[in-house]
């Protein structure tokens, strides 16, 4: 009953390295999203993937790239991490259809330093 | 576009004292309508929900109801625990995402904070 999983948990890097962060559900959803989350700002969607095989841009792409592996995993790629993308990173997935509810990974807090 | 606005925190209370977390949203459309909490160092969970008018979603002692005459969806709960310190996020789905999906948008939070 893991429903979203996201490694790792915490990760300090240095400006300009690289770095991925995985996350796999089992809930059997198409549609997958990587949110982060600064103070005061509220979750702001950084790419999504209505289902396997597709990927869009979200509200804050810059400097992030993506893969949707399979249709359970879903990963976020920081090519140069810069200052500016220290936050908190929480993968979520959904049905495709319908207005309903995401549901939430754990999240990993990134700083870079 | 769509928005949710909360209000500002952090809201401190008693145990046992009447929680009232307000919560005002902008839709062109008819969204469904959410309350998620989410403890320190956690993720974001359900709360409750509701999908249409009148329709009041209620978990662990916490109720919302859907107004949409006044575009609102207030979080409540009769006796506030200790355990229910926590951030608190209204959101609302009203639509698409460019390609399928679904389009959320998430109020900033509100924290709680319930001394003894």
């Known amino acids: 009953n893991a429903g979203v999983t996201q490694t790792p948990k915490f990760q300090v890097l240095k400006t300009g390295q690289s770095m991925t962060l995985q996350c796999a559900q089992d809930m059997n959803h198409n549609s997958m999203y990587w949110y982060r989350q600064d103070p005061g700002m509220g979750l702001r969607l950084i790419y999504y993937?209505?289902?396997?095989?597709?990927?869009d841009k979200g509200e804050v792409p810059n400097g992030y790239n993506v893969s949707r592996l399979n249709k359970r995993e879903f990963s976020l790629r920081l090519e140069s991490a810069a200052p500016s993308q220290t936050s908190v990173y929480f993968c979520?997935?959904?049905?495709?259809?319908?207005?309903?509810?995401?549901?939430f990974g754990q999240g990993t807090r990134l700083t870079v330093v | 576009g769509d928005s949710v606005t909360q209000m500002e925190g952090p809201v401190t209370l008693s145990e046992e004292a009447f929680l009232t977390i307000n919560c005002t949203y902008t839709a062109t459309g008819y969204p469904s309508l959410f309350w998620y909490v989410q403890y320190p160092g956690e993720g974001l969970q359900l709360l409750l929900k509701a999908t249409k008018a009148d329709d009041k979603g209620s978990n662990k002692g916490f109720e919302a109801t859907y107004r949409k005459e006044t575009t609102s969806f207030h979080l409540e709960k009769g006796s506030v625990q200790v355990s229910d310190s926590a951030v608190y996020f209204c959101a609302l789905s009203e639509g698409m995402l460019t390609g399928g999906g679904n389009k959320l948008t998430f109020g900033t939070g509100t924290q709680l904070k319930v001394e003894l």
């Open positions: 979520a997935s959904s049905e495709q259809q319908g207005r309903t509810e995401a549901f």
């Open positions: 993937s209505a289902s396997e095989g597709t990927t």
